[in-house]
């Protein structure tokens, strides 16, 4: 097998990837495929937070995205800058079901403890019953984040390989509690703006509403951003051989 592979390269065909030897091999018509696939993610996790360069993985912690935008139409708008979270790689994985025929689909239950997320953020509007336009670091920890991701396969062609990318992707998500600091929310006035970001705590289902889709977008980042980098690198032969 390592000689055909050899042999391919030389010859400048399809890529011929293996995954590394610490993986399991999961066969696509296994019953047992779910346990097969969740003992795989107990052997990733660990090696997470520091990447796995083997499958091109960057680390984890933190998670990195430049950019995320709120908006409540004309009333209110926050930006989002260098969003970094911290955590993500301590996941529970709850559930995980995979169906590979007639479409591959995953569905699956995860779950962090605690997450922190920092950010450069910018607001400008009405949030609760306080008149915002600040800009700074912000800073927020959440509790039991639950999320439930769903996604379907769509399959295609890669240098003569069928390989499978990820369409119609559904994130339901359920944050426990938060903490959070928005430094310079009212300018330089400190005491302000201890005070406004007590009102922010105090509300902080309203405020865990208002932030969801943030929290959402970081949180698919994460799952998607993985099973895509896996699923582009290697073909579904690769990944689940018969
Ligand atoms: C979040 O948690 C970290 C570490 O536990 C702590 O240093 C930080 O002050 C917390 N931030 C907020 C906004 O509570």
Known sequence: MKFLCVVVLLIGAASCR???????????KDPQINKCLQRNVEILRPRLKNGIPEMQIPG??????SQATLSGGVSFEAIFNNIRMYGADDFIMDR???????????????HFDKLRILSDYKING???VLQL???GPADGNYTNVKAHLTTEGEHY????????????????????STNLYFDHILGDNDQLNVQTNRIINE????????????????IGEFVFGIANRIFERYSY??????
């Open 18 to 28: 293996k995954l590394p030897s610490f993986i399991e091999i999961c066969h696509r």
């Open 60 to 65: 984890f912690n933190p998670l990195v995205i």
């Open 96 to 110: 995980f079901e995979v169906t590979t025929d007639p479409k591959f689909r995953f569905d699956l239950d995860i």
């Open 126 to 128: 009405r949030l609760l």
């Open 133 to 135: 336009n600040g800009a």
């Open 157 to 176: 062609q890669k240098n003569g390989k069928d390989h499978v990318r990820f369409v119609d992707k559904k994130i339901d998500l359920s944050i426990g």
């Open 203 to 218: 509300n902080s289902q309203e405020i865990i509403k208002e932030l969801s889709p943030v929290i959402t977008k970081v």
């Open 237 to 242: 032969d690769d990944l689940f051989p018969l």
